[in-house]
C-alpha cells in the first residue's frame, strides 16, 4: 500500500501527502464541532471555521512554494531565519500582546503572529547544517556540540520566558537529533546530567517563588487590599519579572502531582474547568464516540479547539479516532525516517528528521495533556488545532519534508550512477 501511494504522481512523497490531507480533513471538521464559544461570540456558525479553513489554504500555498524549493537552498536562509527570529523573541518580549498571562504573540494585519513558531524552525536548520557539516567517520565532530548549544540556549532562554513548555519541547528535539547526528555519548551524557541539574533548579525556583492562587487566594487578597488602602504600588523586581509565569506554571505543577482522588461531586468545574471537562468528555465518549459534532464538552471547555481538541475528537469519534490520529502522527515519523534514510547527504537527512521530532513530540505531548498524562500547558496540535501562526508554520514544515523527499540526492541514484561508469 505505502510503496503504491509513493508513486503518485505528485512532487514529493504520496504518503506525507496523504498524512498531511487527512489531519486537514480531521481539522476542519474538529475545528467546527469545537469552536461553539467562538461561534457564538462571532454570531455566525460558519465565521471560525472558515476563518481557520481560509488559514489552512494560505498555509498549503506556503507548503507548495516551499516545496518547490531545492533543498540546497535551505542552508542560505539558515542565518537570516536566526536573525529574524531572534529580533522577533526579543520584540515580542517588549511590545507583543498578552493573552492568558503570557506575552507570547504580535499582531499582523489581524492574524497573531508567535515568533517561537519560527524560531523552533530556525534552530532545527542551524542544528542541521553544524552536525551535517561536522560529520567525521567516527561520528559528529567533538566542537558540534558546543557550537549547537551556543546557537540554541539563546533562544531556549527567550522562549522559556513566556513559554516554557515550548522551549522544553524544543529541547528535548534538539537533543534527538544530536544523538541522531552522531554526537558523542560522552558529551551527551555531561549534557544530560547539566540539564537535569538545571531542571532540578528551575523546578525549585518556581516553587520557591511562584505562588498557588488557589492556596493563597486568601493572603493574597488580603494583601492588595491593604496596598490598595494604603495607596501603595506593587514594583516588580528582577526576579519577578523574569518567573512572572511562575505563579501559573506551580499552579499546573501541584495541579498535576495532587494524586489525590476525588469522587465526581467533590471536583470544583470552576477551579479544574479544563481539565475536569477534558476527563469528562473522554469518560462520556464510551469507547464508539458521539459522533461527529455531538460533543457537549465543547460548550464548557474553553480552549476546546485549540488545547483540547484531541479531548473532543475522542468524545466524538471514540478510542478508535483518537487511535487513528495518532497513529497519522506515527506514520509521518516513520515515514520521514524512511526518507531521511534514502538522502545520500547529511543535511537534509537531518533537517526534515529534526522537522518531524518538532511536530510528533508536540502532537504526542498535547495528547497526553488531554488525557491526564502531563501537566496542562498551551500546546496546540500541530495541523489540528485551530491556530494562525502554528497553522501556517506547520504547513511550511510539511513542505520543507516534501521538498527534501523529492529534491534531495537519493543513495539509490548515486549507486546507480557509479555501476555506470
Known amino acids: 500500500?505505502?510503496?503504491?501511494?509513493?508513486?503518485?504522481?505528485?512532487?514529493?512523497?504520496?504518503?506525507?501527502?496523504?498524512?498531511?490531507?487527512?489531519?486537514?480533513?480531521?481539522?476542519?471538521?474538529?475545528?467546527?464541532?469545537?469552536?461553539?464559544?467562538?461561534?457564538?461570540?462571532?454570531?455566525?456558525?460558519?465565521?471560525?471555521?472558515?476563518?481557520?479553513?481560509?488559514?489552512?489554504?494560505?498555509?498549503?500555498?506556503?507548503?507548495?512554494?516551499?516545496?518547490?524549493?531545492?533543498?540546497?537552498?535551505?542552508?542560505?536562509?539558515?542565518?537570516?531565519?536566526?536573525?529574524?527570529?531572534?529580533?522577533?523573541?526579543?520584540?515580542?518580549?517588549?511590545?507583543?500582546?498578552?493573552?492568558?498571562?503570557?506575552?507570547?504573540?504580535?499582531e499582523v494585519f489581524g492574524i497573531q503572529f508567535q515568533p517561537s513558531e519560527l524560531a523552533k524552525g530556525a534552530v532545527i536548520l542551524a542544528e542541521a547544517q553544524i552536525l551535517s557539516a561536522m560529520q567525521t567517520v567516527d561520528g559528529a565532530d567533538r566542537r558540534a556540540c558546543k557550537y549547537i548549544l551556543g546557537v540554541s540556549v539563546p533562544f531556549l532562554l527567550l522562549i522559556a520566558i513566556e513559554n516554557l513548555s515550548?522551549?522544553?519541547?524544543?529541547?528535548?528535539?534538539?537533543?534527538?537529533?544530536?544523538?541522531?547526528?552522531?554526537?558523542?555519548?560522552?558529551?551527551?551524557?555531561?549534557?544530560?546530567?547539566?540539564?537535569?541539574?538545571?531542571?532540578?533548579?528551575?523546578?525549585?525556583?518556581?516553587?520557591?517563588?511562584?505562588?498557588?492562587?488557589?492556596?493563597?487566594?486568601?493572603?493574597?487578597?488580603?494583601?492588595?487590599?491593604?496596598?490598595?488602602?494604603?495607596?501603595?504600588?506593587?514594583?516588580?523586581?528582577?526576579?519577578?519579572?523574569?518567573?512572572?509565569?511562575?505563579?501559573?506554571?506551580?499552579?499546573r505543577i501541584d495541579k498535576f502531582l495532587d494524586s489525590k482522588e476525588l469522587s465526581p461531586q467533590d471536583i470544583?468545574?470552576?477551579?479544574?474547568?479544563?481539565?475536569?471537562?477534558?476527563?469528562?468528555?473522554?469518560?462520556?465518549?464510551?469507547?464508539?464516540?458521539?459522533?461527529?459534532?455531538?460533543?457537549?464538552?465543547?460548550?464548557?471547555?474553553?480552549?476546546?479547539?485549540?488545547?483540547?481538541?484531541?479531548?473532543?475528537?475522542?468524545?466524538?469519534?471514540?478510542i478508535w479516532g483518537a487511535f487513528g490520529v495518532c497513529l497519522l502522527y506515527i506514520i509521518l515519523l516513520f515515514r520521514t525516517a524512511t526518507i531521511a534514510n534514502r538522502c545520500a547527504n547529511a543535511f537534509p537527512a537531518l533537517l526534515v528528521m529534526g522537522i518531524a521530532l518538532l511536530l510528533v513530540t508536540q502532537a504526542m505531548f498535547n495528547m497526553a495533556v488531554a488525557v491526564g498524562l502531563a501537566p496542562v500547558t498551551g500546546q496546540p496540535l500541530p495541523l489540528v488545532s485551530k491556530g494562525g501562526t502554528s497553522t501556517i508554520v506547520n504547513c511550511v514544515y510539511i513542505g520543507v519534508i516534501l521538498s527534501v523527499s523529492y529534491t534531495a540526492k537519493k543513495k539509490e541514484e548515486l549507486a546507480e550512477n557509479a555501476s555506470k561508469i
Open 1 to 106: 500500500m505505502f510503496d503504491s501511494l509513493s508513486r503518485i504522481k505528485m512532487k514529493g512523497d504520496g504518503i506525507i501527502w496523504m498524512v498531511f490531507f487527512f489531519l486537514c480533513i480531521i481539522s476542519v471538521l474538529e475545528v467546527y464541532s469545537a469552536s461553539s464559544a467562538l461561534t457564538y461570540k462571532a454570531g455566525s456558525y460558519w465565521k471560525p471555521v472558515a476563518y481557520h479553513t481560509f488559514l489552512l489554504i494560505f498555509g498549503v500555498g506556503f507548503m507548495i512554494v516551499t516545496m518547490n524549493i531545492k533543498c540546497k537552498y535551505f542552508k542560505i536562509v539558515t542565518p537570516f531565519a536566526l536573525l529574524f527570529s531572534f529580533l522577533m523573541l526579543v520584540v515580542v518580549l517588549i511590545v507583543g500582546q498578552s493573552t492568558n498571562g503570557a506575552q507570547r504573540w504580535i
Open 166 to 251: 515550548t522551549a522544553a519541547l524544543l529541547l528535548f528535539t534538539v537533543m534527538l537529533l544530536m544523538f541522531i547526528g552522531r554526537v558523542r555519548n560522552r558529551q551527551l551524557g555531561k549534557l544530560l546530567g547539566f540539564l537535569a541539574l538545571m531542571a532540578v533548579f528551575a523546578f525549585s525556583m518556581v516553587m520557591l517563588v511562584g505562588k498557588d492562587e488557589a492556596k493563597d487566594a486568601m493572603q493574597e487578597d488580603r494583601k492588595e487590599l491593604t496596598e490598595q488602602m494604603e495607596g501603595k504600588k506593587k514594583e516588580k523586581n528582577f526576579v519577578d519579572k523574569i518567573f512572572h509565569r511562575a505563579d501559573t506554571w506551580k499552579a
Open 268 to 318: 470544583d468545574l470552576d477551579k479544574d474547568a479544563q481539565v475536569a471537562h477534558a476527563n469528562i468528555a473522554i469518560a462520556s465518549s464510551n469507547i464508539v464516540g458521539k459522533g461527529p459534532g455531538n460533543s457537549v464538552e465543547r460548550d464548557f471547555l474553553s480552549q476546546a479547539f485549540s488545547d483540547f481538541i484531541y479531548a473532543i475528537i475522542i468524545e466524538e469519534m471514540g
